[in-house]
C-alpha cells in the first residue's frame, strides 16, 4: 500500500477528532495532530485504535508514541503492513 492511500485513508481516520479545520483542509504529510490539528491526547488514542482496525494491525505502546504527524503514524503503518 502506498504512503498516498494510507494518507488518505488516516484523513478520514482524524477527521472527526479535529478541532482546527483550516489546518485539516491543508493536511500535508508534515501536519502534526496536536500542534496543527488540535487533536486532545485522548482522540489521539481513538485515532490509533481506529488506525489498527482500519489497516488490521496491531500498535504497540513504543510505536503509538511515534505517531505524533501524519508522516510518523503513515511510517508506522507501512511498516506494521510490511511484517503483517
Same mark, same amino acid.
Given at each position: #500500500? ?10 478520514v ?37 481506529d488506525?489498527e482496525? *482500519?489497516?488490521?494491525?496491531?500498535? *504497540?505502546?513504543?510505536? #503509538?508514541?511515534? #505517531?505524533?504527524?501524519? *508522516? ?5 503503518i ?7
Amino acid at each position: #500500500m502506498t504512503a498516498e492511500v494510507i494518507q488518505d485513508k488516516l484523513k478520514v481516520i482524524v477527521q472527526p477528532y479535529v478541532n482546527h479545520q483550516e489546518n485539516f483542509d491543508n493536511l500535508t504529510s508534515k501536519s502534526d495532530f496536536i500542534n496543527d490539528l488540535q487533536i486532545n491526547s485522548a482522540n489521539l488514542v481513538d485515532v490509533v485504535l481506529d488506525v489498527e482496525d *482500519e489497516f488490521d494491525i496491531r500498535i *504497540e505502546n513504543d510505536d #503509538m508514541e511515534k #505517531m505524533i504527524s501524519v *508522516e510518523a503514524t503513515v511510517n508506522v503503518i507501512q511498516k506494521k503492513l510490511e511484517t503483517k
